[in-house]
């Protein structure tokens, strides 16, 4: 039960993911882990920390993910990414190029 709060999902496939649990548990945030696409059922933003691009990309194919972030954010929910995170939003990647999200 969350007596009204929203919940943020963390995507955790790579990453400090734990250190952006504790940050919100400080702030007081209610929150969960994303492992897969049901994970994001509840989840009012999502937070995609760093990593590895390219291998995140691969578990989000694998695991079947990639539509359900593609829905969440279509949906208007915020998504925060940091490093990899980041990247994986971007409309764009140069330098070298690659696929997105």
């Not at 990593?51 to 578990?59: A, R, W």
Request: charged share 20%; with cysteine.
């Amino acid at each position: 039960m969350n007596n009204g709060r929203r919940t943020v999902g963390i995507l955790a496939v790579q990453g400090d993911f734990e250190l952006h649990a504790k940050m919100l548990e400080r702030l007081g945030v209610e929150w969960k882990l994303v492992k897969r696409p049901e994970d994001l059922v509840g989840a009012a933003a999502l937070i995609m920390p760093g990593g590895e691009s390219t291998t995140m990309l691969k578990f989000f194919e694998a695991e079947g993910i990639g539509p359900a972030l593609k829905e969440f954010a279509a949906a208007g929910k915020p998504i925060f990414g940091t490093c990899a995170g980041a990247i994986l939003l971007a409309k764009e990647v140069l330098n070298p190029p690659q696929s997105h999200l």
